[in-house]
T-cell receptor
Framework: DAGVIQSPRHEVTEMGQEVTLRCKPI?????LFWYRQTMMRGLELLIYFNNNVPIDDSGMPEDRFSAKMPNASFSTLKIQPSEPRDSAVYFC???????????FGPGTRLTVL | KNEVEQSPQNLTAQEGEFITINCSYS?????LHWLQQHPGGGIVSLFMLSSGKKKHGRLIATINIQEKHSSLHITASHPRDSAVYICAVKETSGSRLTFGEGTQLTVNP
């Protein structure tokens, strides 16, 4: 298996623009997680899905952030409008079952100018 | 106070030394993860444990549920072990992970 795939790997955009990050989980994994990592706050869980349904989105910073999982093999994290403080590395991870090891993607490094 | 605290924050060792990184947590958990983040940014899951001890190569992870404490040990450390090691706990309710701030390990040749 190719592991968790994220795209793009790097994104540089201007403040106010819409940003869409994409994730393809490992086939057969029922859980998908979106994380954000910054120097100031470390790793933070933003949202996670079980069987394509959002279960806990309490980590989503504000209404500018939204996440969808239209099917078992694809998820998006959208920021609209983006702000410089959104600059971070965004990781997607998937897990086979509840409580199982999470497998991380390579991350998307987002820079908002 | 953070729910998950790691110590030390930074650790420098000489090649061959035995290394211990500690993690303490304050919430009820069902599992604890140790993750390794390479200098390039990739994150790898090293261990997931809920009791006792696990060993993989030169890495050993232990957990004491009563004391809410876990340790990650590296025997015969090597420069390629240089990375950030992150402790994360899965709270009893739900599947979310809560992360420690990480321990930056540098192993010098």
């Amino acid at each position: 298996d190719a592991g968790v795939i994220q795209s793009p790997r790097h994104e540089v955009t201007e403040m106010g623009q819409e940003v869409t990050l994409r994730c393809k989980p490992i086939s057969g994994h029922d859980y998908l997680f979106w994380y954000r990592q910054t120097m100031m706050r470390g790793l933070e869980l933003l949202i996670y899905f079980n069987n394509n349904v959002p279960i806990d989105d309490s980590g989503m910073p504000e209404d500018r952030f939204s996440a969808k999982m239209p099917n078992a093999s694809f998820s998006t994290l959208k920021i609209q409008p983006s702000e410089p403080r959104d600059s971070a590395v965004y990781f997607c991870a998937s897990a086979l079952t509840h409580g199982d090891t999470q497998y991380f993607g390579p991350g998307t490094r987002l820079t908002v100018l | 106070k953070n729910e998950v605290e790691q110590s030390p924050q930074n650790l420098t060792a000489q090649e061959g030394e035995f290394i211990t990184i500690n993690c303490s947590y304050s919430v009820g958990i069902s599992a604890l993860h140790w993750l390794q983040q390479h200098p390039g940014g990739g994150i790898v899951s090293l261990f997931m444990l809920s009791s006792g001890k696990k060993k993989h190569g030169r890495l050993i992870a232990t957990i004491n549920i009563q004391e809410k404490h876990s340790s990650l040990h590296i025997t015969a450390s090597h420069p390629r072990d240089s990375a950030v090691y992150i402790c994360a706990v899965k709270e009893t309710s739900g599947s979310r992970l809560t992360f420690g701030e990480g321990t930056q390990l540098t192993v010098n040749p």
